[in-house]
């Protein structure tokens, strides 16, 4: 009779906290963000509609250029947000900005060509992959029992 012992996994996965895994994909999803926009500039006539002071169909002042970094520096303080705020704060604040990001993701293909589709559809489909798993992870959040109170009482 041959007794087997159980060897040890050396790639052992320890668990790891919800407030990495959120940071991990805002993190992500920052890099993501930020190079859509970089390729977007090796778009035929974008550096020339920047040159004459025009993203898009508007005009660029400093209320777009605001709005523009608004927009960057929200899912770039989520990074810090899901490693520093209290757990109960932090789902929900996970759930309120992933919620409002995913149709903003989308927009920004609003008006882009068909020629265009697989770079939009590639980058839009990642983000709002990477936003679901923030909204999955925050809405699953583990839950700890509540402590049970302890019977002081002596013996009759």
Do not use: C
Request: hydrophobic residues 50%.
């Amino acid at each position: 009779m041959t007794i087997r012992t159980k060897t040890p996994n050396p790639l052992d996965n320890p668990p790891i906290p919800m407030q990495a895994k959120l940071a991990a994909a805002w993190t992500s999803f920052m890099f993501l963000y930020l190079y859509v926009d970089y390729f977007h500039l090796y778009k035929p006539g974008v550096i020339d509609g920047l040159r004459a002071g025009v993203v898009f169909e508007f005009d660029i002042s400093p209320t777009l250029l605001t709005m523009m970094l608004t927009s960057v520096a929200i899912p770039a303080l989520m990074v810090m947000l899901s490693m520093t705020l209290p757990a109960r704060v932090n789902r929900a604040t996970n759930l309120i900005v992933a919620s409002l990001y995913i149709p903003y993701s989308v927009i920004n293909a609003v008006g882009e060509s068909w020629d265009w589709a697989p770079f939009y559809g590639l980058s839009i489909g990642t983000e709002v992959l990477l936003l679901t798993f923030i909204l999955r992870s925050a809405w699953t959040w583990p839950r700890t029992p509540a402590p049970q109170p302890v019977d002081v009482s002596v013996g009759r």
